[in-house]
C-alpha cells in the first residue's frame, strides 16, 4: 500500500457524531447506553482510521480517554467509585448522556437549517430558467462513519474466508483502483459497495480500495448512497 498516502477530508465530523452514529445503528436510547459497548466500538473506528492512515483531530483521543476512564469506573462498585467533583449523580454516564442530547438538539436544528438552504436554492434556480436537477438535495448519501462500518464489514467478510492470503511485496495504487472504481461506475448505474471488494483477496488491497473510493468522494467524482438505514451502500457517479 502506498505508505505515504494520507486522507485529508475537507468536512470531518467529531467524536460526538461518531458516538450519536454508533447508537443510532444499535438502536437503542441514549439513556440506555451501554459504556463497555459503545466503547469498544468506539476503538475499532479509531483502529480503522489509524490504519487507513486518515487524520484524526486530537479531539477523538480525548474522548477514547474520556470513554476508558468511563468504562474503568462502571466496572466497579458504586461505593468503591472515586468520586467526582460536582456530581450529582453516582451513575458516571449522565455527564456524556448530557452532552449527547445537547449536542443532538444543535445537530439536528443546523440539519433543518440545511435542509431550507437546499431548498430555497432549488426555488432561485428555477426562476432563473435552470432544471430543479441543477441543485439536488442529495439526501440519502453517506458520511464517513457509515464507510468506515462498511469497509470494517468488509474487511471482516475478507479475514473469514479460507482463501485469503497476504501476498508480501504485493503493492496496489491508490491511482490504480481509482481507475478501476471509476469504470465500473461509468454506464452510471450504481454499483453495491459490497461489489467493489468481489475479487479482492488481501487485507491490503481491500483498504486501498477504500482509500480511492474515498479520494474519489472527496473529488466529488462519486457519490455514496444509502436509500434506507440498514441498505447497502451504493456507489454512484456524481453526475448520476
Known amino acids: 500500500m502506498e505508505g505515504d498516502y494520507k486522507v485529508k477530508l475537507e468536512v470531518f465530523e467529531g467524536p460526538l457524531d461518531l458516538l450519536l452514529y454508533l447508537i443510532k445503528q444499535d438502536e437503542i436510547d441514549i439513556y440506555d447506553i451501554s459504556i463497555e459497548r459503545i ?4 476503538l475499532e473506528f479509531l483502529q480503522a482510521f489509524k490504519e487507513l492512515n486518515i487524520e484524526l483531530a486530537g479531539e477523538f483521543i480525548v474522548m477514547a480517554a474520556n470513554l476508558i476512564y468511563l468504562k474503568s469506573r462502571s466496572l466497579l462498585p458504586v461505593d468503591q467509585q472515586p468520586p467526582e467533583e460536582d456530581a450529582e449523580e453516582d451513575d458516571p454516564r449522565w455527564d456524556l448522556i448530557r452532552q449527547l442530547i445537547e449536542y443532538k438538539k ?19 434556480a428555477r426562476e432563473r430558467g435552470s432544471s430543479s436537477a441543477d441543485v439536488p438535495l442529495r439526501l440519502g448519501e453517506v458520511g464517513i462513519f ?28 491508490v491511482s490504480e483502483k481509482i481507475d478501476t472504481i471509476l469504470k465500473r ?11 467493489l471488494f468481489g475479487a479482492v483477496v488481501s487485507r491490503i488491497e481491500v483498504a486501498v480500495t477504500f482509500l480511492a473510493l474515498l479520494e474519489l468522494i472527496r473529488l466529488k467524482q462519486v457519490r455514496a448512497i444509502q436509500k434506507n438505514i440498514f441498505d447497502e451502500i451504493e456507489i454512484a457517479s456524481a453526475a448520476a
Open 146 to 173: 457509515q464507510l468506515i462500518n462498511a469497509f470494517q464489514t468488509v474487511i471482516k467478510r475478507v479475514e473469514a474466508r479460507q482463501d485469503v492470503q497476504e501476498i508480501f511485496g504485493e503493492r496496489f495504487s
Open 185 to 195: 461506475v461509468a454506464d452510471d448505474a450504481p454499483v453495491r459497495f459490497s461489489e
Open 106 to 124: 444543535f445537530k439536528e436544528a443546523a440539519e433543518q437549517l440545511h435542509l431550507r438552504e437546499l431548498k430555497q436554492e432549488r426555488i432561485f
Open 39 to 42: 466503547t469498544r466500538q468506539y
